[in-house]
T-cell receptor, first 113, second 114 residues
Framework: DQQVKQNSPSLSVQEGRISILNCDYT??????FLWYKKYPAEGPTFLIS?????DKNEDGRFTVFLNKSAKHLSLHIVPSQPGDSAVYFC????????????FGSGTQLTVLP | NAGVTQTPKFQVLKTGQSMTLQCAQD?????MYWYRQDPGMGLRLIYY???????DKGEVPNGYNVSRLNKREFSLRLESAAPSQTSVYFC?????????????FGEGSRLTVL
């Protein structure tokens, strides 16, 4: 049973619009959440994170929102750019431990020019 | 500026053959990891090494062995490859095992077992 789920395998968005990628989790003990971005033939790279004591974290065009009661997090990209086209993985960890990191299955974002 | 380097990038094996995936990091990180990525499954942890001299099983360790050769290098061995081990393998490192979870990944090794 997957503890971290990304129910949308793919998402297409027009350049300049907002991209919203969603992630749900089942383990209420998760206390740290991360988003990774992956281009083809490359390894995932860290994008943004959020601690469970916060409900929002911003970094430039990227904002992550955490709704603990709903066990849901989302990544907003505004404005979306063609270079944002990639697979996005959400991940959750227990007590900030990298060895306890659980990944979702990923969402392929395509930003159309 | 190499970061995490994995070799080989591609490999085709026959069932029952053995091979070793090599991984090296130059960031002086203490912890290293091996993940596999399968379609629709995300990344799953095979083995990790919290520090030099220690290794521990992850979520899917069966059929694999690892060696933390020194602080820089962490290898993954398939003793008798099976078609179910066809996957993309990623090595990763982090400063500390109990860190924020930020991992630095290599480019991946695509393994096909026939």
């Amino acid at each position: 049973d997957q503890q971290v789920k990304q129910n949308s395998p793919s998402l297409s968005v027009q350049e300049g619009r907002i991209s919203i990628l969603n992630c749900d989790y089942t383990n209420s003990m998760f206390d740290y959440f991360l988003w990774y971005k992956k281009y083809p033939a490359e390894g995932p790279t860290f994008l943004i994170s959020i601690s469970s004591i916060k409900d929002k974290n911003e970094d430039g065009r990227f904002t992550v929102f955490l709704n603990k009661s709903a066990k849901h997090l989302s990544l907003h990209i505004v404005p979306s750019q063609p270079g944002d086209s990639a697979v996005y993985f959400c991940a959750a960890s227990l007590s900030g431990s990298a060895r306890q990191l659980t990944f979702g299955s990923g969402t392929q974002l395509t930003v159309l020019p | 500026n190499a970061g995490v380097t994995q070799t080989p990038k591609f490999q085709v094996l026959k069932t029952g053959q053995s091979m070793t995936l090599q991984c090296a990091q130059d960031m002086n990180h203490n912890s290293m990891y091996w993940y596999r990525q399968d379609p629709g499954m995300g990344l799953r942890l095979i083995y990790y090494s919290a520090s030099e001299g220690t290794t521990d099983k992850g979520e899917v360790p069966n059929g694999y062995n690892v060696s933390r050769l020194n602080k820089r290098e962490f290898s993954l061995r398939l003793e008798s490859a099976a078609p179910s081990q066809t996957s993309v393998y990623f090595c990763a490192s982090s400063a500390l095992a109990g860190y924020t979870g930020e991992l630095f990944f290599g480019e991946g090794s695509r393994l096909t077992v026939l």
